[in-house]
């Protein structure tokens, strides 16, 4: 069973940064992804970011393309979206999420974002 605890959420005015934190417990296989996702007040959940758990592929939304770098420290089982020139579109909660086999099976329990204008 895997776990998932995100990190580094908090409240930045616009135009600042943040990094976000999902450090994963459990067996990671090279072939599965880590993605990040939110939700924001009334909206439904979008994907923001993932990247593989080896090589170099990453996948970003419109949205934050530009505006974010996903990395990870695989001795650390641990990735990290690196958010640039935020926003206040971009208040939300964000979760990580572990894909095996092409489905996002495990879920954190969320870290709040709050840009101020």
């Known amino acids: 069973q895997v776990q998932l605890v995100e990190s580094g959420g908090g409240l930045v005015q616009a135009g600042g940064s943040l990094r976000l934190s999902c450090a994963a417990s459990?067996?990671?296989?090279?072939?599965?992804?880590m993605g990040w996702f939110r939700r924001a007040p009334g909206k439904e959940r979008e994907f923001v970011a993932a990247?593989?758990?080896?090589?170099?592929?990453?996948s970003y939304a419109d949205s934050v393309k530009g505006r974010c770098t996903i990395s990870r420290d695989n001795a650390k089982n641990t990735v990290y979206p690196q958010m640039n020139s935020l926003k206040p579109a971009d208040t939300a909660v964000y979760y990580c999420a572990l894909r095996r086999d092409n489905v996002y099976d495990s879920w954190g329990q969320g870290t709040q974002v709050t840009v101020s204008s």
């Open positions: 459990g067996r990671i296989l090279s072939t599965y992804h």
């Open positions: 990247i593989r758990w080896s090589g170099s592929i990453t």
